[in-house]
């Protein structure tokens, strides 16, 4: 869990570096940020599922069926599709701003 926790990290601060140090468009830095993106989207899948299957067990041990799960994972995932959305529009209508070379 920790290696699923650090990659993103590592991920993200590896392509802040290669985008201010260098071009920002380069193949490398473009498949970086391809990398830590699917590594963040990777392990909210894992949480929501390890959630669900703690639910499950808890489940079969107790008899009960607590709903908090089902509206956890609702309430969680159309904030984060929300903001994802609202980022990528942000980002389609912010007019890029480009440092001049020293």
């Given at each position: ?32 940020k ?22 499950h ?35 389609l209508?912010?007019?890029?701003t480009?440092?001049k070379?020293?």
């Open positions: 869990m920790v290696i699923a926790v650090s990659m993103p990290l590592a991920g993200g601060l590896f392509a802040r570096y290669k985008s201010e140090s260098s071009r920002w468009d380069t193949p490398g830095a473009l498949q970086i391809g990398i830590h993106r699917t590594f963040g989207y990777l392990l909210i899948g894992v949480s929501q599922a390890s959630i669900y299957y703690g639910w067990a808890y489940n079969k041990v107790t008899g009960e069926t607590p709903g908090f799960v089902t509206y956890s994972s609702v309430v969680f995932l159309s904030v984060l599709a929300l903001l994802e959305t609202h980022h990528r529009l942000f980002r209508r912010s007019k890029p480009f440092k070379p020293t």
